[in-house]
């Protein structure tokens, strides 16, 4: 069935690895393949948590990490395994996809490898742990150069990119355990949890809600997590205006007393949505913000009322001076203001597939030398 993939003409392959790896049950088998040969790994926004740790470089895609997407541009094979390979990822000309690479598309779905993101792709019909399992068989050599080449970039663009939404999930990531449970909503909440969550361990979980765009799934996922571990301690990580759509849930919550840790990333706007009207509809913001009748609730003293624990911080960095609620058995709600002009970057346009904002002329060219030897 499998010929084989990782001839010696690829100087530069990458794994490109979505949720249906983790369907197939086949993650710790891709964590042998990527160990035993150094290959960089990027995922989808679905798969984020499939690579983490010290396989974790980025995911791809219209909000991805521009490292991820700047390493797309110049590797020279795609092996896709689970990853649908969508218009977020692919764009609306895929011909701009990894336009120096090879693709090999693996996909127990028949019907997704039906349509052609290349002319010349190669396609299995399989299942991931199937095909993993023929890649292990298989004599690849050590692509430890080339990863260290894709590292060096992600250092180099650490700095870029960065919203105050970002520091707010680096400071909560840097506080939580090895291999924490989180429940990511949706909205730009996600984004951020996306680009900037860092696991520690290998075995962390990000619930999150994907192509669905349900605003409000992260309090039920967080609920049905902590009931699955014996009640244990789960991570949940909304918007407030994704938080109002099950915030009833917090009764159950309380009664249950499931030591679910909320944080809610307040801009008081609905803000990919708000976002659009400012840049494209002249700050017409059509229930979207205060000025177009959208308000929000002090989720602190609502939050007190259902008997549990909140507080009501002036910045992020004050998350310090809570970490022994990170762990204890008591539920508990953090409101985190952010300004509500609060942006994603950075951005794929899809009218011409650049990402903005344009990066550093200096440090753009500088990527590109590193990603090119």
């Given at each position: 069935m499998l010929s084989l993939i990782f001839h010696s003409t690829y100087n530069k392959p990458i794994l490109l690895i979505g949720n249906g790896l983790r369907t197939a049950g086949a993650v710790d088998m891709v964590h042998k393949f990527v160990r035993k040969t150094n290959i960089p790994v990027l995922t989808t926004m679905n798969g984020v948590?499939?690579?983490?740790?010290?396989?974790?470089?980025?995911?791809?895609?219209?909000?991805?990490?521009?490292?991820?997407?700047?390493?797309?541009?110049?590797?020279?094979?795609?092996?896709?395994?689970?990853?649908?390979?969508?218009?977020?990822?692919?764009?609306?000309?895929?011909?701009?996809?990894?336009?120096?690479?090879?693709?090999?598309?693996?996909?127990?779905?028949?019907?997704?490898?039906?349509?052609?993101?290349?002319?010349?792709?190669?396609?299995?019909?399989a299942d991931a742990r199937d095909f993993i399992r023929m890649l292990l068989e298989e004599d690849v050599r050590d692509y430890t150069s080339w990863k260290l080449q894709c590292l060096q970039s992600k250092k180099l663009l650490e700095d870029y990119d960065i919203q105050l939404g970002n520091l707010a999930i680096k400071k909560i990531s840097s506080l939580l355990p090895d291999n924490p449970i989180i429940a990511v909503d949706v909205g730009m909440n996600q984004c951020w949890a996306a680009q900037s969550?860092?696991?520690?361990?290998?075995?962390?979980?990000?619930?999150?809600?994907?192509?669905?765009?349900?605003?409000?799934?992260?309090?039920?996922?967080?609920?049905?997590?902590?009931?699955?571990?014996?009640?244990?301690?789960?991570?949940?990580?909304?918007?407030?205006?994704?938080?109002q759509m099950n915030i009833q849930e917090l009764e159950t919550v309380k009664r249950e007393n499931l030591p679910i840790k909320i944080?809610?990333?307040?801009?008081?706007?609905?803000?990919?949505?708000?976002?659009?009207?400012?840049?494209?509809?002249?700050?017409?913001?059509?229930?979207?913000?205060?000025?177009?009748?959208?308000?929000?609730?002090?989720?602190?003293?609502?939050a007190e009322a259902y008997g549990i624990r909140a507080v009501k911080l002036n910045n992020y960095e004050e998350l310090d001076n809570y970490k022994e609620w990170f762990y204890d058995d008591?539920?508990?709600?953090?409101?985190?203001?952010?300004?509500?002009?609060?942006?994603?970057?950075?951005?794929?346009?899809?009218?011409t597939g650049m990402i903005s904002p344009k990066l550093d002329d200096k440090v753009f060219i500088k990527v590109k030398e590193i990603l090119k030897k």
């Open positions: 948590d499939l690579a983490q740790d010290d396989l974790h470089i980025g995911f791809i895609g219209t909000h991805g990490n521009r490292v991820a997407n700047m390493i797309l541009n110049q590797c020279d094979l795609v092996v896709s395994i689970g990853a649908r390979l969508g218009i977020r990822q692919v764009g609306r000309d895929s011909k701009n996809f990894a336009p120096r690479a090879d693709l090999v598309r693996c996909d127990i779905d028949e019907y997704e490898l039906s349509r052609n993101i290349k002319d010349n792709e190669k396609k299995y019909h969550f860092h696991l520690k361990g290998d075995n962390g979980r990000i619930h999150i809600g994907g192509g669905y765009g349900a605003m409000g799934c992260a309090l039920p996922y967080a609920i049905g997590s902590s009931i699955s571990i014996n009640n244990g301690i789960v991570y949940c990580i909304c918007g407030d205006g994704g938080f944080f809610i990333l307040n801009n008081k706007v609905l803000g990919k949505i708000s976002e659009t009207q400012h840049f494209y509809h002249d700050d017409r913001f059509a229930n979207t913000a205060l000025s177009g009748g959208y308000t929000v609730p002090e989720f602190s003293k609502i008591n539920p508990c709600l953090f409101d985190i203001p952010l300004p509500e002009e609060s942006f994603l970057t950075p951005k794929i346009k899809f009218e």
